[in-house]
């Protein structure tokens, strides 16, 4: 394709064409810090195309394609490339990888002992593990925790943070402006922007992490807790990964041992500092 | 050197892995993806000189499709349980068929629906057992049913509402308005069985369909896949029956195939070397659109060539259908857009 780059992130190395320079130079900002290997073959493909050559100028519109398509996707707009970049690098994730297991969930890790947070959109998992990824824990990702089916390890998938709506203002007064990517307003998730982990979570993205603690986080309402048993969990997790099925009996045996091992519980709170003190609170439970 | 290029010589063994560089394996995953052949170049290639990354992708992919053909094996297990007891015999077609006989090129192949063959006066019959065990009708358009039901070789797609898993029941395998009429009670009463009991077709009436389904069904969409199904079933049945090519030709002869199957057989031979007998080995000038059709991706896995896929696009209903019926369901189907 006419403009091209590489990005690895975690486990995955991606190979990202594009009809239109912009998406691929905003990767590229976004990404520069991360470990370039170039002797390394792509694992997956996305492309950013114009359906029709004349739309690549005429009220240019991005297609997202690559190995994996989701028929009927709307296109985005070009002030949009990077979203629909990110779109299309977590489409072939979901539906391509099958190394290990994956789990629409984010996750910290602190000591090599991870906390992964599973929740629906909205639920404020991404952000929560942003503003725990900016203190004293290291942020393995905001969109996808990878178990590793042998050893039952926690992988880090550390892309760019997609910050939305409130949690960009949020962000925004407690970390550097470099390390921000463009806002992109009224995209069709709201208002978006991504932020670039620190270079600690960069730098650590394969290391792995034993799972100790699994929350199910819910943002609004009041402070609760509420400890879930190893059933509800399993079932909430399989709904969360994108690959439980096709992995078969191996997915079957990794989830059973997540849950088995690892405490669950669902979490309200009313806002992110209450998030975070519930976080803290259940892992220094946990580690007693 | 296009990725699609490289791709066909990796599995014709004209190319060899340990020379390929980083640039071309993207090329080639990605192309092998598209067409759903990564599982199969992983088994190609097992055991081959490769970058580690690559190695590891590949193993990923053997396991998986391991995974996948298990599911796949478990749904015809399904469909039997559904009409075993009401004594509605089918047979297996394609992907499931070659996995159930263990057949070479079921390594690492990728399956789709479960495509089984009953008789014609079964049909009803094993709808209704489907409908009974759990599968529920797809297609909700009148137009689409009514034309499934009048004119195609298969019902409309049934999908388990449990497992979400489709079968296609055929009753023979190609449409009832195409130009050839295959013997479909020659291929269920010639059948043959697995060891784990399932009825598969016999190994030349395989071919002929996998040759019918490439080249007389279709606008050679995921032809290289099939391609390699037919490379793969005639070079091992000639190896166990030295009568196979001769026999392959009489019974292509017998459900009006010939020139579907002769073309795979050259086909095969130029794109994956297969080696051919006396009477098969000829030159042939159309196969030159057939090749380039067959190879039309470029190295990020896109079709290339518009006006040869359009061209077949339009051959493919040029086959399945007379002009004044192609014409009537066009307008239909151009209406409802």
């Not at chain 1, 709201?190 to 100790?212: F, K, Q, S, T």
């Not at chain 1, 096709?246 to 997915?251: K, N, Q, W």
């Not at chain 1, 309200?268 to 220094?284: C, I, T």
């Not at chain 2, 004119?151 to 023979?172: F, S």
Request: with cysteine; proline share 5%; glycine share 8%.
């Amino acid at each position: 394709m006419r403009h091209s780059t590489r990005i690895s992130v975690g486990p995955v190395r991606f190979r990202v064409g594009s009809d239109w320079r912009e998406p691929v130079a905003a990767l590229e900002r976004l990404y520069a810090s991360y470990p370039q290997d170039d002797a390394r073959p792509a694992d997956a493909t996305v492309r950013l195309f114009a359906a029709r050559p004349w739309r690549r100028w005429l009220r240019p519109s991005v297609h997202i394609g690559g190995d994996f398509v989701v028929p009927d996707a709307l296109p985005l707009p070009l002030a949009m490339g990077l979203l629909a970049a990110e779109m299309g690098m977590n489409l072939q994730v979901a539906l391509g990888w099958r190394r290990h297991m994956l789990l629409h969930a984010s996750a910290v890790a602190r000591d090599g002992r991870a906390v992964i947070m599973s929740g629906e959109s909205g639920s404020g998992k991404s952000t929560l593990a942003a503003l725990l990824g900016e203190g004293d824990w290291r942020l393995m990702g905001d969109e996808f925790t990878l178990i590793e089916p042998a050893s039952g390890d926690a992988l880090a998938f550390p892309r760019a943070v997609s910050l939305k709506n409130e949690a960009i203002a949020e962000m925004a007064g407690r970390v550097d402006a470099a390390r921000l990517g463009p806002l992109l307003a009224g995209t069709p998730k709201g208002d978006i922007r991504h932020l670039i982990p620190r270079p600690e979570a960069v730098a650590a993205m394969h290391e792995p992490a034993r799972p100790a603690l699994l929350l199910f986080p819910r943002f609004g309402g009041e402070v609760a807790i509420e400890p879930m048993g190893e059933g509800e969990a399993f079932v909430r997790l399989t709904e969360a990964s994108t690959n439980y099925i096709a992995l078969g009996e191996p997915g079957f045996a990794a989830l059973t041992r997540l849950v088995r091992e690892t405490p669950a519980f669902g979490i309200s709170y009313p806002d992110s500092a209450a998030g975070m003190a519930l976080v803290e609170q259940l892992w220094a439970e946990a580690a007693q | 050197m296009s990725a699609a290029q490289t791709l066909v010589d990796l599995f014709a063994g004209r190319r060899d892995a340990a020379t390929l560089a980083t640039g071309e394996w993207e090329g080639v995953t990605g192309v092998a993806r598209t067409e759903a052949m990564l599982a199969t170049l992983s088994h190609q290639l097992e055991g081959a000189d490769l970058p580690p990354p690559v190695a590891a992708l590949f193993a990923d992919q053997r396991v998986a499709a391991k995974v996948a053909q298990d599911q796949a094996l478990w749904e015809a297990e399904m469909a039997r349980r559904a009409l075993a007891p009401e004594g509605i015999e089918f047979v297996l077609l394609k992907g499931t068929a070659y996995a159930a006989a263990g057949l070479s090129c079921s390594s690492g192949r990728q399956i789709g629906d479960l495509d089984i063959l009953v008789l014609a006066s079964d049909i009803r019959r094993a709808e209704n057992e489907l409908l009974e065990a759990g599968w529920e009708w797809v297609k909700s358009d009148p137009y689409d049913d009514h034309y499934y039901r009048e004119h195609m070789h298969e019902l409309p797609p049934l999908i388990h509402k449990a497992r979400d898993r489709m079968i296609d029941v055929h009753h023979t395998i190609l449409p009832k308005t195409h130009r050839i009429t295959p013997d479909a009670l020659a291929l269920v009463s010639d059948a043959a069985t697995t060891a784990s009991g399932f009825a598969i077709l016999n190994p030349e009436d395989m071919a002929c369909h996998c040759a019918a389904h490439m080249l007389a069904d279709g606008d050679l969409q995921g032809g290289l896949r099939n391609l390699w199904d037919f490379n793969c079933l005639t070079r091992d049945f000639a190896a166990a029956d030295a009568g196979f090519w001769s026999k392959l030709d009489a019974r292509a002869g017998l459900h009006g195939l010939r020139a579907a199957v002769h073309r795979a057989a050259r086909l095969a031979r130029d794109l994956y070397g297969a080696e051919l007998q006396a009477g098969w080995d000829r030159r042939d000038a159309g196969d030159f659109w057939y090749r380039h059709r067959l190879l039309a991706r470029d190295d990020w896995g896109r079709s290339t060539n518009f006006v040869l896929q359009q061209a077949f696009y339009i051959r493919s209903h040029w086959l399945r259908m007379p002009p004044r019926m192609l014409a009537g369901h066009l307008w239909t189907k151009w209406r409802k857009r």
